[in-house]
């Protein structure tokens, strides 16, 4: 089945600062690269996705980037404010198949 | 909208014991899936349902049993619980078979004792 990787696995960032994950995969059927974030106790919830169809998308101050030839694509969250501070999952699947989550990125916003 | 409901949120169990976890959707969603997250291992997918009736394995099915007894409502069965296990089970579904967003319950806490 699919793998994915993520890294880094914490990643720390100051107030205002950008903060980057990259997440890399091996099925190249796989065509939907959504990206989660989940606060504690709470369940994952999608904040942004990716299709194979495009190589860049942008919600605000999320930015999604993939490239389908090296297999990899990152998640940029620009501005980073104290609410950014969560979990988030990279996730990659392909037609007729559950997402395969990447271990997960501990997200941290200092003052 | 729509909600998922699983239940029980917290379960405690024995060493060896069958365990049964519920999840209703009315989302109308026809794919719904069971995820297990342990901490530091993400999210690894057990089962999921394309469909009323029908059951795909995921990487983590040895162990489990699942049931999707109708479109609303998928369940899921630890066959034999092993002591010391701690996860968060989550149900999840999906308007579709894939590249469709993916919609998450709030989960079921096991602690086996």
Redesign the interface.
Known sequence: ?EQVE?LP?ILRVQEGSSASINCSYEDSAS??F?WYKQEPG?????II?I?SNMERKQIQELIVLLDKKAKRFSLHITDTQPGDSAMY?CAA????????????TRVSVFP | GGIITQTPKFLIGQEGQKLTLKCQQNFNHDTMYWYRQDSGKGLRLIYYSITENDLQKGDLSEGYDASREKKSSFSLTVTSAQKNEMAVFLCASSDGQGGTEVFFGKGTRLTVV
Do not use: C
């Not at chain 1, 699947?93 to 997960?104: P, R």
């Open positions: 089945g993520q696995s065509n939907y959504p709470e369940n994952p919830k999608l996705d299709r999952f699947s392909g037609y007729a198949q559950g997402l395969t989550f990447g271990l997960g």
